[in-house]
């Protein structure tokens, strides 16, 4: 099970930070990625982690997001700062490792102009 926590209404430059628990004991060994769907369009993947730390970036957030990991909490976090109405979308967590995967239940981010 994932909970995901984090979302909410932001003004154009400001920052959130997501949050993403599993209730998984072999955590550390996946991959983590946050995804975002905008009204009527397609998920998207936004950015991963890989299990030995390795980060990966939508080009519309480089610099502007950071995903990162705490195996000793089972959590995986997004913080982001910058933010820009165009990030206004449902945000959801995955957690996979080639042969699993699990989807976190969405949380809403609004960015206000």
């Known amino acids: 099970q994932l909970q995901a926590s984090g979302g909410g209404l932001m003004q154009t430059g400001g920052s959130l930070r997501l949050s993403c628990t599993a209730s998984l004991s072999t955590f550390s060994s996946y991959g983590l990625g946050w995804y975002r769907q905008a009204p009527g369009k397609q998920r998207e993947m936004v950015a991963a982690i890989t299990s030995d730390g390795s980060t990966n970036y939508v080009g519309s957030v480089k610099g502007r997001f950071t995903i990162s990991r705490d195996n000793a909490k089972n959590t995986v976090y997004l913080q982001m700062n910058s933010l820009k109405p165009e990030d206004t979308a449902v945000y959801f967590c995955?957690?996979?490792?080639?042969?699993?995967?699990?989807w976190g239940q969405g949380t809403l981010v609004t960015v206000s102009s």
């Open positions: 995955k957690l996979s490792n080639g042969r699993y995967a699990y």
